[in-house]
């Protein structure tokens, strides 16, 4: 560690060099000194697990600089965070990041456009459906077919996000609970969550990183038996929400915990861009589904749910009900799920095969194979055609935001007229929230520090993309 990354509390002996500083300061005083950098240690001294007893007791009183991490639990993913300490005070907090680090906004740059999906939906992969929607209305809209996607991929769409984002909050109910030591919580989010993917398996062939979602559409339609089985989801969904308040809202360890910790104010969560549940959680009824729709969400009634408490605790209240409003959405357009094609109608964009699940998953049916391969030579060459070398892109630049489970995931996606892209760069919320870390947790102890940052949840695989 640099003689510049270590701090030095105000109210120890005084050495050579150092600032003359009151031993009365406060601790706002002494944090305010520490966080603006105006008190450099002019010593550092590395110790071990034993040698704390050889420390010179001049640096008895003296701010500590630890490690946090890197570690996985409730992040969803490595991150560390370098915590300089008033005893067990925060009074910095430098996270760092790139441990997972992936590539793949760069690797878009190599891959025709359809192919993209399949790596966008591993960014965030909690909410795997919600890059593939924001990546594949970027593309429709520099396509110029936004309006050309047929009613029923629009409302399929809507379907699978809004079912993501109750299996992806489950999630973050399960490991922040176990977080704060509530094994209950995690068994039981789990246990929901499964039933989420199980639907997931059954429409795409996969349980995440689906791929479905695809420029003009869906890879293909639903199966049969479909509304049913949606139909049971939400009917045990909504007893399942009812069980996790009977054992949180007002269980005294959780409350103890969560309430009064880890705020975050509406103006600083406006000045640091931070938007999802940790907004609303501040009071600001602030959702793109209201106020930038897509995919014909707007045509669905349900409620943006705001806290004012902007705790951690407000924060598990607004995605308790938020699980609920996403009930009510997919109750509605299962139950209004019009008749049709899901993929465009132009055969220069739309994916070639014809797609089917069979017993090895997602793949080219039978009759569609026989067709290309002894009927028809012009769709064999089509298909080649298409499969290898993609369809062409108009010039252009556009941005188009999804309001994911944790906030607003944006693509901003140019091109430069060719068959794959020449940028995409992403706005993902988690990226903004681990920038918000410092501002959360000054003045936190370090237990705290741990409900925190699973109050945010951020998954760092939409960090380091």
């Known amino acids: 560690m640099s003689e510049a990354d270590e701090r030095v509390a105000p109210d120890r002996p005084a050495r050579d060099g150092d600032d003359p500083v009151s031993a009365e300061q406060s601790k706002e005083e002494r944090a305010s000194a520490v966080a603006s950098g105006s008190l450099i240690a002019p010593h550092t001294f590395t110790v071990g697990s034993q040698e704390w007893e050889n420390l010179p007791d001049a640096v008895e009183d003296d701010l500590m600089v630890i490690n946090m991490g890197p570690q996985h639990p409730s992040t969803h993913g490595v991150l560390r965070m370098v915590l300089t300490l008033d005893g067990e005070t925060v009074v910095d907090n430098k996270p760092v990041i790139g441990y997972l680090h992936t590539g793949i906004e760069k690797n878009l740059e190599y891959r025709p456009w359809v192919l993209g999906v399949t790596f966008v939906t591993r960014m965030d992969y909690l909410s795997p459906f919600f890059n ?14 936004t309006d050309e996607i047929p009613e029923r991929a629009s409302a399929l769409r809507v379907i699978l996000t809004e079912l993501n984002r109750i299996s992806s909050h489950l999630v973050w109910l399960a490991t922040g609970g176990l977080e704060l030591g509530s094994t209950s919580a995690m068994i039981y989010g789990f246990r929901e969550r499964e039933t989420v993917l199980d639907i997931f398996e059954y429409v795409t062939g996969l349980r995440m990183n689906h791929a479905f979602i695809r420029p ?11 509304n049913e089985r949606i139909a049971h989801v939400i009917s045990e969904m909504r007893a399942r929400i009812d069980e996790f308040e009977d054992l949180l809202t007002g269980n005294p360890v959780w409350v103890e915990r969560n309430k009064g910790v880890a705020i975050l104010t509406a103006e600083q969560c406006l000045d640091l861009g931070v938007t999802g549940p940790v907004l609303r959680a501040a009071g600001i009824a602030h959702d793109l589904r209201k106020s930038a729709p897509y995919s014909n969400i707007e045509q669905y009634d349900f409620d943006v749910v705001v806290a004012e408490t902007a705790d951690a605790f407000g924060r598990y209240q607004i995605r308790i009900q938020e699980m609920r409003e996403s009930l009510r959405i997919v109750e509605q357009a299962v139950a209004k799920l019009p008749s049709g094609p899901v993929m465009v109608a132009d055969r220069k964009i739309a994916w070639p ?57 944006g693509y901003q996606v140019t091109s430069n007229g060719t068959n794959k892209p020449y940028r995409v760069r992403v706005r993902d919320p988690s990226f903004i929230h681990i920038g918000a870390l410092p501002d959360l947790t000054a003045g936190l102890l370090v237990p705290d520090v741990i409900a925190g940052v699973a109050s945010m949840d951020p998954v760092m695989g939409g960090v380091d993309r």
Not at 217 to 223: F, I, K, N, S
Not at 353 to 369: K, R, T, V
């Open 132 to 145: 593939e929607l924001g990546y594949c209305l970027a593309v429709e809209k520099l396509l110029g077919v």
């Open 353 to 409: 095969a014809q797609l089917a699940l069979g017993p090895d998953g997602l793949g080219n049916s039978p009759e569609y194979i026989s067709k290309i391969m002894g009927q028809s030579m012009e769709a064999l060459i089509h298909h080649f055609k298409l499969v290898t070398q993609g369809f062409s892109v108009p010039e252009g630049q556009v941005y188009c935001a999804v309001e994911s489970p944790r906030g607003e995931l």
């Open 216 to 226: 003009g559409g869906l890879a293909l339609d639903v199966p049969p038996e479909f």
